[in-house]
């Protein structure tokens, strides 16, 4: 069995004089059966003092490519001292059956405070399944759901409308920042293609929610790059007044700048402030925002890490040049080390004004032909979830 162990099991705290924030690495979960793992542990924060911060996290099957199951909880409201025991949702999170055997499941989900509302919202998409095989061509909707403190308990996924357009055949906010705006109005990235499309595109919309329903009501412009599978994965900020999109591509990670959060500039290539390729691709990036500083979270090549899958460890963070669009390469600091099993897939949230979390969990995968990555490996991962704590400090 994954056991979920209390209180937390490693804690490092990394402060230098000259940075703007302390680190704190803290070990949520860890334990590892060689048959499944945790995945995709992202959190939101609902406000309080302390506020009670609600991760989500599923499981994943190791023997096969992105098969997952349903989601579960834990929280804390004592700042990751202690964490409640995972909460499975098999009813309102888990998997649905439809026709002809096919196996719907939501996943790649993040829960964020909706302040207008004041509900925690957590958006997705889906991903549908044929004999534990996902589906190559199929249709894909973004999912939501929305949180009960008081019973600890999420409404039934549910699919956002769209446009009867046939672009938006398969189209979802899996692994995606949103931005609130003061009026309760949302604006959510997505990324989409229509049947038999070969390169995803990006966009964002502009969505409603009345704190039980999320409503399509415009979209910006697409955004395309016709490389690989195309761009997806986007994650969107707002910070110094303008709005800022990272994009996944099979080659390389893309940035886009905006003035209304809908119509976004030429995506443009991460690279280091002093030039050359920041060298992470085929993976997500998020954002980190604090005050009128930006930050990208990220994996690259070039770190001692090629027997990492995809190069996905360890997680870095470096400050972001607004004005040029690059990374400050001496900013770079390792926010959660590598040890052996990727990272790439993680979450960001903002725990209150003085503090934000990155969470993520080692995904016991790696390149074939045997994926596996055994419980007693060379290098020590045992599908550890983790929150790295960013404190920020007073004057920043």
């Not at 926010?335 to 960001?348: D, Q, S």
Request: glycine content about 8%; overall charge neutral; aromatic content about 10%.
């Amino acid at each position: 069995m994954i056991r979920l162990l209390t209180p937390a099991l490693l804690a490092v705290s990394v402060l230098h004089a000259a940075e703007p924030y302390e680190l704190k690495l803290e070990t949520i979960t860890k334990g590892y059966d060689g048959t499944m793992c945790w995945v995709h542990p992202r959190a939101g924060a609902i406000p309080g003092s302390p506020p009670q911060v609600v991760l989500t996290i599923q499981k994943l099957l190791l023997t096969g490519s992105d098969v997952f199951y349903a989601l579960n909880h834990v929280s804390t409201s004592d700042l990751g001292k202690t964490w409640t025991p995972p909460v499975e949702h098999t009813n309102t999170l888990g998997r649905r059956a439809e026709p002809d055997g096919v196996i719907v499941a939501a996943c790649d989900f993040t829960p964020k405070w909706h302040a207008k509302s004041g509900k925690l919202l957590g958006i997705g998409h889906n991903v549908r399944y044929s004999g534990d095989k996902v589906i190559h061509e199929r249709p894909r909707e973004t999912c939501f759901s929305v949180y009960d403190p008081q019973k600890s308990t999420w409404t039934p996924w549910a699919t956002l409308p769209m446009p009867s357009d046939p672009k938006f055949e398969n189209a979802g906010a899996g692994c995606v920042q949103r931005v609130d705006l003061e009026n309760g109005d949302i604006l959510l990235p997505i990324y989409f293609k229509a049947k038999g499309d070969k390169y995803y595109r990006v966009t964002v919309l502009r969505c409603s929610f009345d704190g039980s329903t999320l409503r399509f009501i415009e979209q910006g412009n697409d955004l395309a790059l016709e490389s690989g599978r195309g761009v997806y994965e986007p994650s969107l900020i707002r910070c110094a007044g303008k709005f800022y999109l990272t994009l996944r591509n099979d080659t390389a990670g893309y940035v886009c700048v905006s003035e209304d959060g809908l119509h976004f500039s030429e995506p443009k290539r991460w690279d280091w402030s002093g030039g050359g390729d920041l060298g992470n691709y085929n993976t997500q990036q998020h954002w980190v925002a604090h005050k009128d500083h930006l930050y990208l979270v990220y994996t690259r090549k070039g770190a001692n890490n090629d027997h990492v899958f995809r190069h996905r460890a360890p997680l870095f963070m470096a400050e972001v040049d607004k004005a040029g669009l690059t990374v400050k390469r001496e900013t770079e600091r390792i926010l959660v080390p590598e040890r052996g099993a990727r990272l790439g897939n993680f979450g960001v949230c903002e725990v209150s004004e003085n503090e934000t979390w990155v969470t993520v969990a080692e995904w016991m995968q790696k390149n074939g032909p045997d994926i596996v990555i055994k419980p007693d490996n060379k290098y020590g991962a045992d599908n550890s979830v983790y929150a790295a704590r960013i404190l920020w400090k007073d004057g920043r």
